[in-house]
């Protein structure tokens, strides 16, 4: 007998797990969020960390009160990362955004006082070096002037560089400040040592440290412009959320306009119920329900549509949109973090520290970077100091192409130099030319642009794993009942069934007194009650139908649903069946010929035919026509161009399903029908176990488990919550065709993630070797320390530019 232990049989339940947020600062590259994650990572509690250079921002999942925020700041100040704990949107309010704002107009203050100072002199630097200009003010020729330039150069601008390099290297967690803090000071030191030992025939190269750190300077400052940009996206988006609300203290219908008494409070003090006054020109402080008064509204925040809409009592508004013309009254209905735009700015948030897996290999790299480079660097001196410059003697007399300054005349000389200086000077440019921030910028900058792009179109993408996913598609599965078709369906026929035969009545007519139905309702009302318990488009427009012909609906108990299939209801002490042939079979109804062939007329016409039964017997249909979404047959046909399978997946009869497909050019190989919701995350499974990469378009609660199970789920914002909770891309605007935008962008999005990391790891294969001297021995050719040091932050530059041109793309 095998013995199972105990915690197999049983297992304790997952805590739960809470997310924690940080802003970190001081990092520089993909090595210091590599060290950031570790640090995180190793506290007790910690699940996981997920950090942002771009963003600046550390995602931590702990258990619940395992581990305090506060602490967690702490341990990252102290490791050299200045941190702090993000407050709660509904406690930090417009605080967070100005001190975000304010900090980052400091960190570009400083960066540019640090930029002049360097610029300045790099210019001194470099006239002493062009001989006639430099002639005519000998103090520009100098040696001992430029000493005090290369002095200067570290002492003010570089300070900052080669202190947080030095921390790092004490921490045991080198960083790029670490390889330009050892390269400049390398180059420092050697030229002091030649300065004040010219016995020992050494030349100086004072330029060196002032060009490497004025042009690692200005690539900084370019790059941190560019960030900038990248995340002015998200900023705008931050700043649309209301801080101000009018709370109608004592609703009155006389007094709802501009004479309401009112009170000025903060938005996320409103509750859920309260009345609110809205003015024109003032945002909306929460999603709510007009009350009172009629208006229109600016919503391109939500929708990216310029055109206002009306918005009349009974009308919902959501918070952060803006009212133009007339004075409202609205009924909060969600307030603070539940708001539709909290919603969004916690997606557009959540996806920017979501990495896409191919950046895996990039954080792989970067962890080992700095100390790879270390070893190559050393490696390039013990080459060219013991073996190189005895191989090739030429590379000593002409030193490489690398002009270099004596300290007893006041040019530069074409005179013979030492293999030490040549090979530290190789060692140098090695260090220099290194550069792990490109890696560490090349997913998190796209990712940055991209979401907000699609934020500011309506289009939330959840991380940048979702848009490796969308690249990857080759099948897209929709929904029928309210994704291709509008939702708002209409009823076009009720066929009372009597004895076998089959009498059809228009949906106006009223009830006869002679009806065939074993109840003194007709069955339009029978059905209206039913399905007064439940929620679906279908449901709605039976509903609609009866209170159009103004017929009393009986009041309907014991509900039962089964989602895709039907309901069932008592009324009036009879127990009736409303729903699909499944249904109806299910409870042992049979249909009759006559039956079959009225269902089959009206599925042929691409109506839905709902079957109601009472006592056990099939009483009639009811033939339901959804009409469809204007750009649904553009959108099936961009889909097909852009070489994607269109797959219609339907719970309904398989001539309804059809004759939709044919409306929109869908090959009816290509249909799938009678799949009731439980199945449909099935039949995704299905063509995901035939390799292929699957994206579910659904809108209503019986989509989720097909969204979940789909590789990219695909909600509409009019469909559930629970849909668009399940969902990796959120459609605000409703409309179908920006299934077609949103791959489109995830797509450009993704290749510029692709392109960034190709030129991120390209630049250091192809840099590297250059640094190293691999073409000066036939070629003659090199990188000196301080075109290294340009190259390097040419690199950083050029990975946050490619990401800004994905809004040249956007905009085409």
């Known amino acids: 007998m095998q013995l199972v232990p105990k915690t197999q049989l049983n297992p304790e339940p997952t805590p739960p797990l809470e997310k924690i947020i940080l802003d970190v600062g001081g990092m520089k590259c993909a090595g210091c969020v590599n060290a950031v994650e570790r640090q995180l990572t190793q506290q007790s509690g910690v699940k996981s960390a997920c950090v942002n250079l771009a963003t600046e921002v550390a995602v931590v999942e702990s258990e619940v009160g395992a581990v305090d925020p506060d602490m967690l700041a702490q341990r990252l100040t102290k490791a050299g990362f200045p941190s702090q704990p993000r407050k709660p949107r509904d406690q930090a309010g417009e605080s967070t955004l100005e001190d975000s704002a304010q900090r980052q107009r ?6 540019f006082r640090q930029l002049i100072i360097a610029g300045v002199l790099l210019v001194f630097s470099g006239i002493g070096h062009l001989g006639n200009l430099g002639g005519s003010i000998p103090v520009l020729n100098n040696i001992w002037f430029h000493f005090g330039l290369a002095t200067v150069a570290i002492l ?50 004072f330029d060196e440290p002032v060009m ?29 959320q209301p801080q101000v609300a009018r709370l109608i203290a004592n609703p009155d219908a006389e007094k709802m306009g501009l004479g309401a008494n009112t009170v000025e409070i903060p938005a996320e003090q409103v509750k859920v119920g309260e009345w609110l006054q809205v003015l024109p020109g003032d945002k909306i402080p929460v999603d709510g329900e007009v009350s009172f008064g009629q208006t229109t509204v600016d919503e391109s925040m939500l929708t990216g549509e310029a055109v206002p809409v009306i918005k009349q009592p009974g009308d919902t508004v959501t918070a952060g949109t803006i009212n133009q013309s007339g004075a ?24 920017q520290t979501r990495k896409a897996p191919i950046q895996k290999l990039a954080d792989t790299a970067a962890g080992y970077f700095t100390y790879a480079i270390l070893t190559a660097s050393l490696l390039t001196f013990i080459f060219w100091y013991f073996f190189g410059t005895h191989i090739w003697p030429d590379v000593v007399m002409s030193g490489g192409g690398m002009p270099m300054m004596s300290h007893t005349a006041h040019s530069p000389l074409p005179t013979p130099h030492s293999p030490l200086l040549v090979s530290l000077k190789l060692a140098i440019a090695v260090m220099v030319v290194a550069c792990p921030c490109a890696l560490g910028l090349a997913t998190p900058t796209a990712i940055l642009v991209g979401t907000g792009i699609g934020a500011e179109r309506g289009l ?61 309702y007709s069955l339009l009302q029978l059905a209206a009650a039913v399905e007064s318990g439940t929620h679906h488009p279908l449901a709605k427009a039976i509903q609609q ?84 979404r204007p750009d649904a047959q553009a959108t099936v046909e961009k889909l097909r161009q852009m070489g994607l399978r269109v797959v219609l997946l339907s719970g309904d009869r398989t001539e309804a399903a059809n004759a939709i497909a044919q409306q929109l050019g869908i090959d009816s190989a290509d249909v799938v029908a009678g799949v009731p919701p439980a199945k449909k995350a099935a039949f995704i499974e299905e063509l995901q176990t035939k390799a292929a990469k699957v994206a579910m378009v659904g809108d209503g609660i019986n989509d989720a488990p097909a969204l979940s199970q789909a590789d990219v789920g695909i909600a509409l914002h009019s469909g559930t919550d629970v849909a668009m909770e399940t969902a990796q891309i959120v459609l605000m605007r409703d409309r179908i065709g920006d299934v077609v935008e949103s791959i489109q962008l995830s797509r450009a999005t993704f290749n510029k993630i ?11 294969t192809l840099g590297i070797p250059l640094a190293a001297g691999v073409l000066l021995p036939n070629l003659g050719f090199v990188l000196n320390p301080s075109g290294a040091a340009a190259l390097m932050a040419f690199s950083s530059v050029s990975v946050v530019t490619n990401s800004l041109l994905l809004r040249r793309l956007a905009h085409r």
């Open 328 to 351: 409202i009254a609205i009924k909060a209905t969600r307030t603070g973090n539940d708001t539709t735009l909290a919603h969004i700015v916690a997606l557009v948030e959540a996806a």
């Open 156 to 205: 003010i601008p570089g300070r900052p560089i080669v202190v947080d390099g030095w921390l790092g290297w004490r921490r045991n967690a080198p960083n790029m400040n670490t390889l330009i803090g050892l390269g400049t000071l390398t180059a420092y030191t050697t030229s002091v040592v030649a300065l004040f030992f010219p016995q020992m025939g050494w030349e100086c190269f």
């Open 545 to 628: 139908t009866a209170k159009q012909q103004k017929l009393s609906i009986p009041e309907a108990v014991d509900f039962h649903t089964e989602p895709g299939m039907g309901v069932s209801a008592v009324v009036d002490g009879e127990t009736v069946l409303l729903g699909n042939w499944d249904w109806l079979s299910w409870h042992g109804i049979t249909l009759s010929e006559t039956a079959q062939q009225a269902a089959q007329k009206l599925a042929t016409d691409g109506k839905t035919v709902v079957g109601v039964a009472v006592r056990e017997t099939l009483a009639g249909l009811i033939g339901v026509q959804d009409t469809i």
């Open 754 to 764: 692709r392109q960034n990391l190709f030129w991120a790891f390209a630049y250091n």
């Open 460 to 520: 939330l993408i959840k991380g940048g794993d979702v848009l490796e996913r969308v690249h990857q598609l080759d099948t897209i599965v929709f929904d029928k009942t309210g994704t291709l078709t509008t939702g708002n369906a209409v009823v076009t026929d009720c066929v009372v069934l009597a004895e076998g035969s089959g009498e059809l009545l228009s949906p106006s007519s009223p009830p006869t007194p002679h009806s065939p139905l074993p109840t003194p």
């Open 106 to 111: 400091q960190q570009m203050q400083a960066a």
């Open 212 to 240: 490497m750190l004025g042009f690692i300077l200005l690539g900084r400052t370019l790059e941190q412009q560019a960030r900038g940009k990248a995340a002015a996206a998200f900023r705008q988006l931050l700043a649309l």
